[in-house]
């Protein structure tokens, strides 16, 4: 009985380490957990604030594009404006002094036809008629 008593005893030992092994086994496993929950936690906090300035940084984006395309639209409207000043101060430009030296600027008229100038403009005197106009 004694014997069994030692056995009994020794079998007792041998489980109560293997328990103090196990322990130790789920202890190590619950500290990894644990030290993995904390990463997962301070990952996901770090991915919410990324996605908080990745959404700030799209909407600045969008408010600078816009503003780009409102000043393009008010620089285009100035180019245009300032094409067609240009264009009647060509116009202006191309007929300024004609009512004084008419006859000097024969050559640098523009014509809608080829040819030469064969009468001049103006009221005329006849020889039968005292005034007429052509």
Known sequence: ?????????????????????????????????????????????????????????EKIQKEYVDMLAAKQNELEKKISQLEKAKDKQKRQKRFVGLEQNFKSEQKRLDWPLRGEIIEQFGTKKGKRLQRCCT
Do not use: F, G
């Open 1 to 57: 009985m004694v014997e069994e008593l030692s056995n009994v005893e020794t079998a007792m030992d041998t489980t109560k380490a293997e328990i103090l092994l196990k322990k130790a086994e789920i202890e190590d496993s619950l500290k990894a957990k644990k030290t993995t929950v904390a990463k997962y936690k301070s990952n996901k906090t770090l991915v919410k604030q990324l996605l908080k300035m990745a959404t700030e940084d």
